[in-house]
Antibody
């Protein structure tokens, strides 16, 4: 069974750096064609793609946020970490870790439950 | 502003069919670009219901079907049921833009 679980602070202050961890099981990020992405959803709003990391450690970022984002992986611990710098209240959202089986297609087949982050002083 | 355009809401009575449209451009929805659809119940994570324009993952009701024509993708729910009441998002992938989503459509069962 494939599972993903996001963890991180529920509250951050403006200008701080957010660090989110995705811990996954049931598959390996070392497998050719495997990929993990981060998606966020502000309250009452649409989904927004943030970043992607592939089995080969290739990394891709949303053009609008790429200067603030860093994604990394620790395959020995089955974890992917996303950091976002200079947090602002508009970054308040639920953040999801999502698997994409690139060897099959560009769709998101398994989602974590999400972690809600509030940015407030 | 979302890259893909969806109607904000669609409603129907139980048993009816409804269709949700998702309009993009040749860059994100057109030929060679595969569209996926996600269903999201309140307070829950999205769930994949359609991939590669028209394929259903195992376990997804066959009352959900999808198609694409030109730059517009469509999701149809037939035999509408209360459990179908949710938000639905379309998505596509582009090499330059990464994944883009529609603004979401709230489906209401009257």
């Amino acid at each position: 069974q494939v599972t993903l679980r996001e963890s991180g602070p529920a509250l951050v202050k403006p200008t701080q750096t957010l660090t989110l961890t995705c811990t996954f099981s049931g598959f390996s990020l070392d497998t050719s064609g495997m990929c993990l992405t981060w998606i966020r959803q502000p309250p009452g709003k649409a989904l927004e793609w943030l970043a992607r990391i592939d089995w080969a450690d290739d990394k891709y970022y949303s053009k609008s946020l790429e200067t603030r984002l860093t994604i990394s992986k620790d395959t020995s611990r089955n974890q992917v970490v996303l950091t976002m710098t200079n947090m602002d209240p508009v970054d308040t959202a639920t953040y999801y870790c999502v698997r994409v089986p690139l060897q099959e297609g560009y769709y998101m087949d398994v989602w974590g439950q999400g972690t809600t982050v509030i940015v407030s002083s | 502003q979302s890259a893909l355009t969806q109607p904000a809401s669609v409603s129907g009575s139980p048993g009816q069919s409804i269709t949700i449209s998702c309009t993009g451009t040749s860059i994100d929805v057109g030929i060679y670009k595969y569209v996926s659809w996600y269903q999201q119940h309140p307070g829950k994570a999205p769930k994949l219901v359609i991939f590669d324009d028209s394929n259903r993952p195992s376990g997804v009701s066959n009352r959900l079907s999808a198609s694409k024509s030109g730059n517009t993708a469509s999701l149809t729910i037939s035999g509408l049921q209360g459990e179908d009441e949710a938000d639905y998002y379309c998505s596509s992938y582009g090499r330059r833009s990464g994944w883009v989503f529609g603004g979401g459509t709230k489906v209401t069962v009257l």
